[in-house]
């Protein structure tokens, strides 16, 4: 088995949290409908950059950050 990369710990995190915040705290379901939705959806890119190249998908982040914060 491949060790886990960093998008799906991140995504393992979040869901993990969620579902132990769910059972001691009463969280809204718009906050834990979104963690897990984050979750998941990091998940799936963690498990599509196992087998892909992912430089054209951290090319456009850096772009999107610098867009975003150079302003």
Same mark, same amino acid.
């Given at each position: 088995? #491949?060790?886990?990369?960093? /998008?799906?710990?991140?995504?393992? =995190?979040?869901?993990?949290?969620?579902?132990?915040?769910?059972?001691?705290?009463? =969280?809204? %379901?718009?906050?834990?409908?979104?963690?897990? $939705?984050? $979750? =998941?959806?990091? %998940?799936?890119? $963690?498990? /599509?950059?196992? #087998?892909?190249?992912?430089?054209?998908?951290?090319? !456009?982040?850096?772009?999107?950050?610098?867009? !975003?914060?150079?302003?």
């Amino acid at each position: 088995m #491949r060790k886990l990369n960093k /998008y799906m710990r991140i995504g393992m =995190l979040c869901v993990g949290i969620t579902f132990i915040l769910k059972q001691f705290i009463i =969280l809204p %379901e718009l906050v834990s409908g979104v963690l897990i $939705g984050f $979750g =998941l959806g990091l %998940e799936l890119i $963690g498990v /599509y950059s196992m #087998r892909h190249d992912m430089s054209k998908f951290k090319n !456009c982040k850096r772009n999107f950050l610098k867009k !975003c914060f150079n302003k």
